[in-house]
């Protein structure tokens, strides 16, 4: 059962997520912030994230940057409910990221995951 690190202070969009994964049986842990998100990344292996970008304590970009210090490989779902132009680029030279836009539907979240964990239909990386 792949492990999702979920990282969103939005806690109703963190909940949906988390209630999403787990009934189709992946398990989750949740941060509400980059900095917890990282803390728990750090003692934890992690087969994949999610991660808001606008987000207090650490940002999701800088919290990306931190995480492919030390685990490049990582696929990386990156939410926004802003346009990501300014960040677009930055997050396309990662290969294992991909950003979806808020409000994203469940079933196109849950495809995605599938995808990045290598258990779908195979996606480009960029936006979905």
């Known amino acids: 059962m792949a492990k999702i690190l979920i990282a969103d202070d939005e806690r109703t969009v963190l909940l949906l997520i ?56 990582i696929p990386i779902i990156i939410l926004t409910a802003y346009t990501p132009t300014e960040n677009a680029d930055e997050i396309m030279k990662n290969c294992t990221s991909v950003y979806m836009a808020k409000p994203f539907k469940a079933d196109d979240l849950l495809n995605t995951v599938r995808c990045m964990l290598g258990t779908g239909t195979n996606i480009g990386k960029g936006a979905v």
Do not use: C
């Open 18 to 73: 988390q209630r999403l994964l787990n009934a189709n049986g992946y398990e989750t842990a949740e941060a509400a912030n980059g900095l917890a998100a990282l803390e728990l990344f750090q003692t934890q292996f992690f087969d994949l994230i999610i991660t808001d970008l606008r987000m207090p304590r650490m940002d999701g970009m800088t919290f990306l940057h931190e995480v492919n210090k030390l685990e490049p490989t």
